[in-house]
């Protein structure tokens, strides 16, 4: 039974050592190398290059002392086609003297290094300990970086699916948020709703990428937001606003920034919100911005809030036809409204209705 283990573990041992293959059509070399390895590697001989190859390809080892000049295909060549068989392969030369030359161009192509013949026993050994030492490193580090992409796309996935969590939580939000609004002001019951559309529609015309129609279309979902914060009293008056009364209504723009802060992910948006009063000629509110300076998607959802608002009934007017509203965007372009915008929001509600 003993006898039996002992057979076993020096079997085990034998099959774990590194396998080295000598190629050289010379015996006598190969021989020499068996003598010199033989004790710490499992050895494989070949005389060719065409038989390294035949070798190789039924079963890679880890590392080959490879003899530049032998008939038949030459060493150089040889080591090109085992490179695209294995790249972990560690390839070392062995060269005459006059053939050093060789060698080093033959390193430059991938070989690890070379042996000037005739060799030494403890050069053949360290050079084959060097070999085996840069493989296993090369083997380590590839699958160091393997295991490092696996553990990065896991963790990609993970950081996704909190995202699309958090997405939905906040998405939630924007939802009662809006059920509160419509609950508050009956007047303005599925006017956001609209002015998103409205919104998501003319950004999809102008070519925008998804994650910009996106922040446009909760813009518009979300631009009246703050008037959460707006008495009852003012906000459903039938009647024309006093001076104070308007100046409440306009404070509607900051409550709608001090609630939007606070949700993750709309930052954007918050900023196109507060500002989608403001007028393309700087007299509108709260900061006076013009032109350029005011956020684009503020831009868009200006117009779209006045269309639907002259096309829908309020309480102190009927809504206007189509037509009227379209032409008030005309009439108020480059005043009121970006010029550009105000064309295409014309132009597709004509066209698309």
Partial sequence: MQ???????VAQEHEARPVILIVDDEESVRESFALILNNEYTLEMASTGYEALKRVEASPPAAVFLDIRMPGISGIETLRRLRELDSTMEVIFVTAVDSVSTAIAAMRLGAFD????PFHRDEVILTARRALEKRRLVLENREYQETLELRVAARTRELEKKNEEIRHLYLSAIEMLICMLEAKNKYTEEHSRRVAQHSQRLARRLGLPEPEVENVRLTGLLHDIGKIGIRDEVLNKPAKLTPEEYAHIKSHTMFAEHILRRLPGLGEVTLAVKHDHERYD???YPDGLSGEQIPWPSRVVAIADAYDA????????APLPREVALQELRANAGTQFDPYLAQTFVKMIEEEG
């Fill in 3 to 9: 006898q039996t283990e002992q057979v076993a573990g």
């Fill in 114 to 117: 070379y042996l000037i013949k």
């Fill in 282 to 284: 700087g007299r509108g």
């Fill in 310 to 317: 002259m096309i829908s009934a309020r309480p102190y007017r």
